[in-house]
């Protein structure tokens, strides 16, 4: 009995250690800021960067591995796009994949294809509106709490 706790917890920690990316990356607010501003998401399509910061807050609270199972689709990434539109996950009948992206390369650090997909999809949409967070917590609202100090 001794021993098979000792290589349960032995094994815990090593899973622990072994898969330290399952959980993603959560991204300060001010290095979100930052990231938004380097890639001119401030006045992009008539939107702030607080109002993508209120979005990422309310979509992925600032996870890069963030994943909701909406039932027929799927939302990935730290702007949770939809498999229905933007991205292929095999999954989602009819998928459009209009950003011509695998949705699990939306769930990785790397936020150049998660930024490049996201602003498609605000082009498109002339503004934010296909994201629920944003319509449900942000819209019409002062967002300047997002952005300020950073």
């Not at 800021?33 to 380097?38: A, C, F, M, S, T």
């Not at 933007?86 to 390369?105: E, F, L, R, V």
């Not at 002339?126 to 967070?133: A, K």
Request: proline content about 3%; overall charge positive; charged content about 25%.
């Amino acid at each position: 009995m001794k021993k098979s706790m000792l290589f349960l917890g032995f094994l815990l920690v090593f899973l622990g250690l072994a898969l330290p990316g399952t959980q993603g990356k959560r991204i300060s607010r001010c290095e979100m800021v930052k990231i938004l501003r380097r890639n001119n998401f401030e006045g992009f399509e008539g939107t702030t960067v607080a109002d993508w910061m209120c979005l990422v807050k309310h979509e992925s609270d600032y996870n890069t591995k963030a994943y909701n199972n909406n039932g027929p689709s799927r939302d990935y990434g730290i702007f949770q796009i939809n498999s229905k539109y933007w991205c292929y996950d095999g999954k989602t009948p009819g998928s459009k994949n209009a950003c011509h992206i695998n949705c699990s390369q939306l769930q990785d650090d790397n936020l150049a294809d998660d930024i490049r997909c996201a602003k498609k999809i605000a082009r498109e949409a002339h503004g934010l509106s296909p994201w629920y967070g944003w319509k449900n917590h942000c819209r019409g609202k002062n967002l300047s709490s997002f952005v300020r100090g950073c």
